[in-house]
Structures are given as C-alpha cells and as structure tokens.
C-alpha cells in the first residue's frame, strides 16, 4: 500500500467513526430526581407491596426508582409502569378506581411525554442512521451502471426492532469498514473493467453457449449423475430421485463468474395426474467437496413444450442441475436412474425432457458505463496493436477530474455538495493521476474515496425538520430501497417536496413503479421474519411432503399478497382475514385447494372452507413460527402479539425452563405448559400470548392444515402416526372465547384500529429507522384515525405516515 493511499484509507476511516461519534450527544439529566408525591403515593398503595426493595416481583423496585429519565433504560421502566396501570394488568386481582388511577396516569404520561419530547428536540427520533448492506448494493450499482451482488462482501445486519434500517442495530467495526472498502474495490473494478477492457468484438469476450441435448447427455458406457439420453427423441431426461447432485450437467459450467440469462426448452415426460412435473433449478460444483447449492428457480413443466428463461448470478465453474423436486411424484432411487437409458421411464416414473439449454453472459450497457464514469469524455484504444483495450482521453484531465468527481460525489451523496467539501477528495485523486499518468486510475480513486466516506454511508439528517434533500433520500429507500430519481431530486432542489400534495404526488408514482416490489418484499422478510425459512430443515420422517419447489414457493404467497394489499389500498384486516391469497398449483395443493388450471403465481379467490385466508394462515409465517419438527403456542402467541396485534411480550424469567419438544406425542401441548401458567410472573404474559397460540395449532410445522399432531411411530422409527387431537380453543382476557382458527379471525377482524396502529408503527420503524417512543403515541393514533374513511387501507397508511412529522423530522 502506497503512503497515500494508506493516508487515505486512514481518513476515511476517521471520518466514518467521526460521524457516528459526531451523532451522539451527551445527554444531560432531563427530570433526574425523586418521583413527585402524587406518583409515589399512588404506588405505595397499589404497586410496591409486590415490587419494593424486598420483593422485587418482576425484577422492579419501585421504591428506589428514580426520574432519571435521560436513562433510556429508567424511562422505558416508568412507561412499563404506565402501561401495565392503563391497561389494568397491574395491580393483578383487583380492579382500580378510575378516579384514583387517572391522575396517576395523567402526571406520569405528562412527565414521560415531556422527558421524550426534550429528547426529540435536542436529537432528534433518530441516531445516525446508515444504508443498509441491500440499499448500498443497489446505489453503488447505480452508480457505476453494474449489476453485481455487492451485499455477499458486506456483514450479515443486525435488526433492531425487527428491522436491519433501524440506526441503533447498525454498529460499525474496523471489520465493516475493511468490508466496505473491499465491496467499493470489486465494484470499480467490474465497472471499470467492462468500461476500458471488454468489448462485444473482443475475440476472447465470453460468447452465449448454446448446448443441444448431445453435449447435455450422459456417458452410458459409466453410470453417473447427468441425465440419461433419449435420442430418438433428441433431448435428455432427468427423473424424480434422491440421488445427490444427480441432474447436473457438467456442460453448462460457466467460464467466468458472472450474471446470465439461462434459458431451457424441455416438456414433461410420464406427466402425472395433476398436469405438471415441478422441477428445481440450481447452480453449483455438484460433488461432495462444495454441496452448497444456489437457488435458481423452478420450471412448471408440462406436456407442451416451453422455453423457461432465468436470470442469475453463476460462479465460475459452476453448473447447473435441473431435476424433479415435487414429493408429491413418484421417486425412483438411487439405484435406477443409474440403469440403462429407459428402464426408469417404462416404470412410469415422471421427468422432465430437454431438448437444449442456452447460457448467455448479460453484458450491461456501455453507453451507461461511460454516462455514469466518464460523463462526455471520450475513449480511445491504447495502440493499434490492441484496439479491444482503452484509455479515457481528456484535452483537459485536471478540469475534467474535478468535474467528474464533484458530478459523482453529489449523485452518491444524493445532494448538493460544495466544490470545497470536496477538495480533499480531488487532491487524491489528482495525486494518483499523476503518478499513475492514468485518468481512469485517478477517478476510481477519487470515487473509491467517496464511496467509503460517511456521506455516501449514512443519512444525512439533522435534528429537527428534514431538508427537502434529506425527505427525499428518506422517502426514496422507504419505498424503493435506493436513492432518490432525478425526479425526486429535481422537486427536492426546488424545494418543494414538503408541500403536502406534491409529497402525495411523488409517493404514490414511487409505489406505482415496478422498483418498489423489492422494497416491499424487504419489508415484509423482516417484518414477518420470513429471513428464517431457511433456518429450519422440516423433520423428513413427519414431514415427507415438504420439497424444495415448495419451500422456496412459501414466501412468494406472501410477498404478492403484501404487495396486492398497497396496490389496491385494501383493508388492515386482511391481515387476519381473506377471501383472496396467491397460488401456485404446487401450493393449492398443499393447502388442499382446488387449482383452476393454468401455470404461474395467481390470484385465488378462496372461502370459509378452505381454512384459508389472511396472512396468519400462510404456510411462510407458520414455518418460520416452527422448528422444524413441533408447533409451540408460545412462538407463535409471541409472533402474533408483536407483528401482527402490535403488543410487545418481554423475555421470560431466566429461572423457567424451555418446553421440551415430545416428538413421541405423548404428552398435550396444554399439559405441557400449565407448568409456565401456574408461575405468577408467567401468568400476566401467558393470558396475552396462549390464546393466537392455540388458535394456531391447527396447522403444522409447514403449515399445513391437521386435526391430529404428527408423532415418530414407535414401530418404524421413520414413519409417522397420527398423535394427540388439536384442541385450538381459547379465550382473551376480554372474554371473547373462540373453538377455532375462524373464531379468532372474526374477534381480531373487530379490532381494525389495534391492526392499523401496528401496521403503521412498523411502516414508521422501517422508514424511519428508529421504533415510535412514548412521545409518538398521539400522532401514531392521529395517522390511524385518518385512514379510517377508507377502511384503514394498507395504502392509506402508507400515506399517513410519510405525511406525519414523524417521517419529516429526524
């Protein structure tokens, strides 16, 4: 590493941490002292003969409880307090007198909204507050005109309330700054490299591979993994079988990693009663040295032959493997695919035929390439020896270099920038150029600087009303998880976002436009957690239906149907309620649905009957509420209350046990957890989360519908038998009782307000980054009220929230 550029790396690194560092505040003592009389007096006759310095239920003491309301951990346990009071949980077994705990309640929530308030002014809602690993792979690439998965270079997030946007989760470590600086590194050199090196003419550029059914086969004089030939009918046959890796074409490994459009003609073969063979699709070294295997897609093939097309992101060297994956066909073993060529499809076992298969290398745009690097300047080849290789040519490269940098530094920095704030960066870059005589080394200097530095990283908002540069930015990654269009920033410039219907305006073109479908399926994986599909692996002796075509089908549901509810502005109840979801066959028939025919993702009217309808019934939330192997009413309670109920259910004691999974079925659920209902500090969260619990136990760990739990045989070990019966019935605190997953969908089809209200405070946590605080409260119950002349439309709240002060203040 060169003295400069260590220099460099330094700085950037300073001013990253400096940012961080710059946003935290030290916070001064806000109401540090003794509660007033009126508050220790009502909690000496109600609250401390359980939670004094003795007692200590809960692990509160109330009796040396201070106002150090600056402690967020202090605040956060005087609003327990309020909560647990407003609520009537506390004191348990005895009702208050409202004219004896309104008082209360009315100093405390005076005194708690003014501490939170103090807080807001002088810092504002949200800490600093960076990109996401997925929002800076989407603006880097954006940038620099590629398509590259810069993310796979970055750490995991960590969430916060649910959510990786959330400021305080985004910690910043020597780790993630080297990260950061190898990301910015492979995506200068891809561009820049497509840019000065590759040229579609260049003799040695990657060329599409066209591959017929002859160089896809097997060799039939060795048994192996590729599938079998079929000449007579010109195309290759691969079958339903357990084998490992089998279905791999060693063929198609790609010379180079990169991103490639894949395309397949093949047909059904023995096509089974239900019209399809549903196949996987995936890439990998197929052998045991890397098993790790890339999801590609699915082929619905039928008798009719197709031309399937994909898009992915293959490795160097990988393959692909294209197989049957449906358990709900027939299997042959191992043993059988390795016969001669027509045994298996005598036997009547269903494939899928392939007549060819093109891999073509996605070239981007060149002309993007030099807009987005080089602006107007032109590119000239270094010799006339090598006219596939180029060198940026400028009658003026100190000029230029400034030029470039500053129309760079202020489409990553998604504002205006000063020529002043940037002369360090040209300074760099300027040193490189002349050292390296090389333009194209000086500006990816320059932008591998502004890349790593804070403004590129974080948001920059300030205390108070957000800048119409800032509104932008914020609504721009809410709604489509990248920086802002040049129609935004044109408004923004103007300085007029903030007018109330110009903002209107801009939202409802972002949520019309085809880019916010990756925002909102974002939203809903963290949202409903359905990052942990993958997570758990279904019991293949209780489960044997569950296939990899279904698995990766599970999310799709739900994802169309979150984006149907914003499209059509359709009501917050249909979170718990239907009579529409989206289906594949494969799912209807997991779901025991009739398919009306046809291929593809759909929309599917359903009714009562089908025990359907709502997100609460998709098999993708139920999954990821399970492990694998046993349901638990706690897992699934705790879900409800907090994604969909919108009521937070604190950790358990430390000193009660886990409830241990009984595969055997020998044991009732409800047996098995009166031992946590029969424990006071147990019992107040318990008559929250049991009753959505139960109500859920009518499906399984894939989310199937089932009368009985599934229980291992005690005969045959890899099989199972029909368990203990469901009991789903329960009743609230309220007194609603309910027989059934229907009942509880028509008690929580009457709270569309509670609904609404959680809805909208996940929209403000994730676009926001920070979770609504006890000062939050009445514009959160204000965006609520609004939307409901439209049955609380998901849209409308959308709507509301980035109207409200709290999308438009930091």
């Known amino acids: 590493m060169s003295p400069t550029f260590g220099h460099c790396r330094f700085r950037i690194t300073l001013a990253l941490f400096a940012a961080m560092l710059g946003q935290s505040v030290n916070r001064t003592a806000v109401f540090a002292q003794q509660p007033p009389e009126q508050l220790t007096e009502f909690l000496e006759l109600n609250c401390t003969y359980c939670h004094d310095a003795d007692t200590r239920e809960g692990d509160l003491d109330l009796d040396s409880l201070t106002l150090e309301l600056a402690d967020p951990d202090n605040f956060h346990l005087w609003e327990r307090v309020f ?17 004896e705990s309104k008082p209360f309640l009315a100093k405390l929530h005076g005194i708690l909204d003014s501490a939170d308030n103090h807080r807001i002014t002088t810092e504002g809602r949200v800490p600093a507050r960076r990109l996401t690993r997925t929002q800076y792979e989407r603006n880097v690439c954006e940038l620099l005109a590629i398509n590259v998965p810069l993310r796979s270079f970055l750490p995991e997030e960590s969430l916060a309330n649910g959510f990786d946007t959330v400021s305080r989760s985004q910690q910043l470590s020597d780790h993630s700054l080297a990260a950061y600086l190898d990301a910015a590194d492979f995506a200068l050199q891809t561009a820049f490299d497509q840019l000065l090196l590759n040229d579609a003419s260049a003799d040695d550029a990657i060329q599409t591979m066209h591959l017929d059914w002859t160089q896809l086969r097997r060799n039939e004089r060795r048994t192996d993994r590729e599938p079998e030939g079929r000449p007579s009918h010109k195309d290759i046959v691969s079958w339903s079988s357990s084998q490992n890796f089998y279905g791999r074409m060693p063929a198609t490994s790609v010379p180079a990693t990169g991103r490639y459009r894949v395309r397949v003609k093949a047909h059904s073969v023995n096509t089974p009663e239900l019209g399809r063979v549903w196949c996987s699709v995936n890439s990998g070294v197929c052998s045991g040295k890397a098993s790790t295997m890339y999801w590609i897609g699915s082929i619905e093939a039928t008798e009719e032959t197709n031309v399937y097309e994909f898009d992915a992101w293959i490795r160097e060297g990988h393959m692909l493997q294209i197989v049957p994956n449906d358990h ?7 043993k059988a695919v390795d016969s001669k060529p027509g045994v298996v499809e005598k036997m009547g076992a269903p494939g899928i035929a392939i007549q060819w298969i093109e891999l073509e290398p996605l070239a981007d745009d060149r002309e993007k390439f030099k807009e987005s690097l080089i602006g107007d300047l032109k590119l000239r080849p270094i010799d006339a020896a090598n006219k596939n290789r180029f060198k940026i040519v400028s009658p003026n490269p100190k000029r230029d270099l400034k030029r470039l940098i500053q129309t760079f530094a202020e489409r990553a920095y998604r504002q205006n920038v000063e020529p002043s704030e940037l002369e360090a960066f040209f300074e760099f870059a300027e040193a490189k150029r002349q050292s390296s005589r090389s333009m194209a080394e000086a500006l990816r200097a320059g932008y591998r600087a502004i890349l790593c530095s804070s403004r590129f990283l974080y948001f920059d908002e300030s205390p108070g009303v957000l800048s119409d ?24 410039h103007a ?3 903030h007018e109330p219907e110009v903002l209107r305006t801009q939202t409802e073109r972002l949520l019309n436009d085809t880019k916010s479908q990756a925002a909102i399926e974002e939203f809903t994986d963290q949202w409903l957690e359905l990052y942990e599909l993958n997570s758990t692996t279904p019991d293949g002796k209780l489960y044997p239906e569950y296939d990899l075509v279904l698995h990766q089908s599970l999310p799709d549901e739900t994802h169309a149907f979150v984006a149907e509810l914003i499209r059509e502005n359709l009501p917050v109840t249909n979170l718990v309620d239907s009579d529409f979801t989206f289906l594949n066959e494969r799912l209807a028939r997991h779901y025991g649905i009739n398919w009306p025919g046809g291929t593809d993702l759909k929309r599917i009217s359903i009714d009562d009957d089908c025990r359907r309808g709502g997100i609460i019934t998709h098999a993708s939330v139920l999954k990821v509420t399970a492990n694998g ?12 209350l907090e994604k969909i109920i919108g009521e937070h259910v ?28 029969n424990i006071d500090s147990c019992a107040a969260c318990h008559v929250k989360i049991d009753p959505p619990g139960f109500a859920l136990e009518s499906y399984d760990v894939i989310g199937g519908w089932r009368e009985t739990y599934r229980a291992v045989s005690p005969q045959n070990p890899k099989r199972w038998v029909a368990g203990l019966p469901i009991d789903p019935s329960h009743a609230f605190t309220s007194g609603e009782a309910f027989d059934d997953i229907e009942g509880l969908k028509s008690i929580l089809a009457k709270r569309p307000d509670q609904l609404a209200k959680n809805m909208a405070s996940q929209f403000v946590t994730y676009a926001t980054g920070a979770a609504p605080t006890f000062a939050d409260r009445d514009e ?20 509301e929230v980035v109207q409200s002060p709290l999308f438009q203040n930091k």
Request: proline content about 10%; hydrophobic content about 35%; aromatic content about 4%.
């Open 650 to 677: 604190p950790p358990p004691p430390a000193n009660v046990p886990a409830v241990e999974p009984d595969i055997r079925g020998a044991t009732s659920i409800r047996d098995q957890l009166d031992k946590h209902r």
């Open 780 to 799: 959160l119950q204000r965006i609520v009220q609004a939307t409901q002349t439209d049955d609380y439309g998901v849209r409308s709240l959308i709507h």
């Open 495 to 497: 300085g007029k976002l």
């Open 83 to 99: 909560d647990r009071i407003r609520e009537g949980e506390m004191p348990p077994d005895e009702e208050l007198d409202p004219a």
């Open 469 to 492: 540069d800032a509104l932008a930015n914020r609504l721009s990654h809410f709604l489509w998880g990248r920086a802002p269009d040049e129609k935004l920033r044109q408004l923004a």
């Open 328 to 334: 709900g066909i027939r299997r042959v073993a191992a």
């Open 629 to 640: 192997t046993t349901t638990s009413p706690i897992i699934r309670g705790v879900w409800m």
